[in-house]
């Protein structure tokens, strides 16, 4: 299957600082991107849709301003996580859709806040 | 309004024995239907997709599942399981017509194995 990568895998940073992760697809170009949000113990909360060279659309009660995604290539999108708090501490997980039909995953990335 | 619904939240299960875990949908087209693994701290994995055709699908790692149109299901099943098949499994469907490529996932099913 497709190859997706994650970067960091883990992260610790202080209160009020900001985190950046990216999603790579490493054996194929992804025209769109998912980013998700999983607590301990639960499904996978999609926070918004990336296409290349538009605007993320986010899911109702996202807000846009503090995780910021970019999707500059076929390739890469990233997640920043702006003036982060021990709230935000979650697993963080991309996909990239292959040809609008299978999503493969990246291996996640882990955010500790303290 | 879609749904997936996984019945099973937590399933133990003896090695060597069979495995089913269930998944149900509600949408109203015809859906694009996945199995996903989940390991501890890992991503997900793709087990087997369904788009059209046969309706009995074969996915990796010696699973199967069936889609059943009259029952709204995409059980996921497996004849024998392995010690290492103990995971977080995720039925989705994918919202083809009105969100391309976005999901929607069940809650989850964590399969035990022991010996």
């Known amino acids: 299957g497709a190859v997706v990568s994650q970067h960091p895998s883990w992260v610790i940073c202080k209160s009020g600082t900001s985190v950046k992760i990216e999603c790579r697809s490493l054996d194929f170009q992804a025209t769109t991107m998912f980013w998700y949000r999983q607590f301990p113990k639960q499904s996978l909360m999609l926070m918004a849709t990336s296409n290349e060279g538009s605007k993320a659309t986010y899911e109702q009660g996202v807000e846009k301003d503090k995780f910021l995604i970019n999707h500059a290539s076929l390739t890469l999108s990233t997640l920043t996580v702006t003036s982060a708090h021990p709230e935000d501490s979650s697993f963080y997980i991309c996909?990239?859709?292959?040809?609008?039909?299978?999503?493969?995953f990246g291996p996640g990335t882990r955010l500790l806040v303290l | 309004a879609q749904s997936v619904t996984q019945p099973d939240i937590h399933i133990t299960v003896s090695e060597g024995a069979s495995l089913e875990l269930r998944c149900n949908y509600s949408y109203g087209a015809t859906p694009y239907l996945f199995w996903y693994v989940q390991s501890p701290g890992q991503g997900l994995q793709l087990l087997l997709k369904y788009f059209s055709g046969d309706t009995l699908v074969q996915g990796i790692k010696g699973f199967e599942a069936e889609f059943k149109r009259s029952q709204s299901s995409f059980n996921l099943r497996k004849p024998s399981v392995h010690w290492s098949d103990a995971a977080e499994y995720f039925c989705?469907?994918?919202?083809?017509?009105?969100?391309?490529?976005?999901?929607?996932f069940g809650a989850g099913t964590q399969v035990v194995v022991t010996p």
């Open positions: 996909s990239a859709s292959f040809r609008g039909e299978t999503q493969y």
């Open positions: 989705a469907v994918g919202l083809s017509t009105d969100s391309w490529g976005k999901f929607q």
